[in-house]
T-cell receptor
């Protein structure tokens, strides 16, 4: 059964810092990995999707990398801003061709606070 | 930009009552999902739906739950007889499928069972 772990659980940084959020998964038979942002009491906003054949994806100040063989992904946020304060969730999608499944398995998230 | 919508945003119900949560997926998407998040816990998969039938469900999705696509736009989750432990945020998601499995999530319905 796939297990997804995110470290750290919480992070507080001053504005302007570059930071790295970590995600690890136990079963490397994945099709893709998505990073989401969740604001308190709100829905999930997709930030980046990395297919299993890719090593990284970039969107603005965000860069996500994937090392499928070691079961790890990182989300790099450059020049953090107070508006980046939220919970960041990592979710892995199973290898559909192997499993016939599409359900995402989520980590518990990293709660980020960027201090002005 | 197209988005998934959900109604209501908050539903309060008494234990034992039936509730229906509604979702409008992105119009050209073919796969639909329900997930839930109990306060302070991980987002958990409930069920996926494709071609008018359930394609996958988790052990949480027991006989108390059902899903339906009553028309060309809506996707609903029904809980037949709610329990206190059904209190959670329920998220609907959709994806186009094929080689792109990115799932787009709605804003959620907060269900409170008293």
């Amino acid at each position: 059964k796939q297990e997804v772990t995110q470290i750290p659980a919480a992070l507080s940084v001053p504005e302007g810092e570059n930071l790295v959020l970590n995600c690890s998964f136990t079963d490397s038979a994945i099709y893709n990995l998505q990073w989401f942002r969740q604001d308190p009491g709100k829905g999930l906003t997709s930030l980046l999707l990395i297919q299993s054949s890719q090593r990284e994806q970039t969107s603005g100040r965000l860069n996500a990398s994937l090392d499928k063989s070691s079961g790890r992904s990182t989300l790099y946020i450059a020049a953090s801003q107070p508006g980046d304060s939220a919970t960041y969730l990592c979710a892995v999608g199973p290898s559909f061709m192997d499993t016939g499944r599409r359900a995402l398995t989520f980590g518990s998230g990293t709660r980020l606070q960027v201090q002005p | 930009e197209p988005e998934v919508t959900q109604t209501p945003s908050h539903q309060v119900t008494q234990m034992g009552q039936e509730v229906i949560l509604r979702c409008v997926p992105i119009s050209n998407h073919l796969y639909f999902y329900w997930y839930r998040q109990i306060l302070g816990q991980k987002v958990e998969f409930l069920v996926s739906f494709y071609n008018n039938e359930i394609s996958e469900k988790s052990e949480i999705f027991d006989d108390q739950f059902s899903v339906e696509r009553p028309d060309g736009s809506n996707f609903t989750l029904k809980i037949r007889s709610t329990k206190l432990e059904d209190s959670a945020m329920y998220f609907c998601a959709s994806s186009w499928g094929g080689s792109s499995y990115e799932q787009y999530f709605g804003p959620g319905t907060r269900l409170t069972v008293t």
